[in-house]
């Protein structure tokens, strides 16, 4: 079953602040954070693992929490090149298959 | 260069003649695996493979078969197109798949349209 991502668009000007949320209706050993611009592959962005782990890319940074399966992307001071669909993909049981929400569509304007 | 390389990038088909879409990672990656992506609907997974000649269905695997002969190749077949199948092909690799704290690589995609 697909993580539930919300929203699922928003539109930003550059500087201002945006958090993206995920959730699992299952339980997730970690959580994966890809941006993927217009015609282009999925780039990763972090991975949080089981255990409440936090780790930052410059601006951007992400937390998971376990017990509510739930992972948050956070996005700050944005800028132009922020712009993109941001997609979370779960990880959990025996075959490690990665599932990925539908993605939060990500418009930062001048 | 590490990297994950999908030919072709386009494919115009018709219904019913087989095609192959190829997936070649040079990173020794042992986990494969295949995605589609519809607009509003996000990225399904298609197909995965935990290493060579070990693979299992994903999400949305019907109309498609894959194989795992050689460690860097995992290609995708469609014996008989049909237009629902028109959509963005993705492949990806991770290095193992019981190493959780490992990036999935993709290929730069491959577009195709049945007709």
């Not at chain 1, 991975?47 to 956070?74: P, R, T």
């Not at chain 1, 049981?93 to 990500?106: E, P, Q, R, V």
């Not at chain 2, 994903?58 to 014996?79: A, C, M, T």
Request: with cysteine.
């Amino acid at each position: 079953q697909q993580p539930v991502q919300s929203p699922q668009a928003v539109i930003l000007r550059e500087g201002e602040d945006a958090v993206i949320n995920c959730s699992s209706s299952k339980a997730l050993y970690s959580v994966h954070w890809y941006r993927q611009k217009h015609g282009e592959a999925p780039v990763f962005l972090m991975i949080l693992l089981k255990g409440g782990e936090q780790k930052g890319h410059d601006k951007i940074s992400a937390s998971f929490n376990e017990k509510k399966q739930q992972s948050s992307l956070y996005l700050t001071a944005s800028q132009l090149s922020y712009s993109g669909t941001y997609f979370c993909g779960g990880s959990g049981g025996s075959n490690y298959k990665l599932t990925f929400g539908k993605g939060t569509l990500l418009t930062v304007n001048p | 260069e590490a990297q994950v390389t999908q030919n072709p990038r386009y494919l115009i088909t018709v219904t019913g003649k087989k095609l192959t879409v190829t997936c070649s990672q040079n990173m020794n990656h042992e986990y494969m695996s295949w995605y589609r992506q519809d607009p509003g609907l996000g990225l399904r997974q298609i197909y995965y493979s935990m290493n060579v000649e070990v693979t299992d269905k994903g999400d949305v695997p019907e109309g498609y078969k894959v194989s795992r002969k050689e460690k860097r190749n995992f290609p995708l077949i469609l014996e008989s197109p049909s237009p629902n199948q028109t959509s963005l092909y993705f492949c990806a690799s991770t290095e193992q798949a019981g190493k959780r704290n490992t990036e999935a690589f993709f290929g730069q995609g491959t577009r195709l349209t049945v007709v």
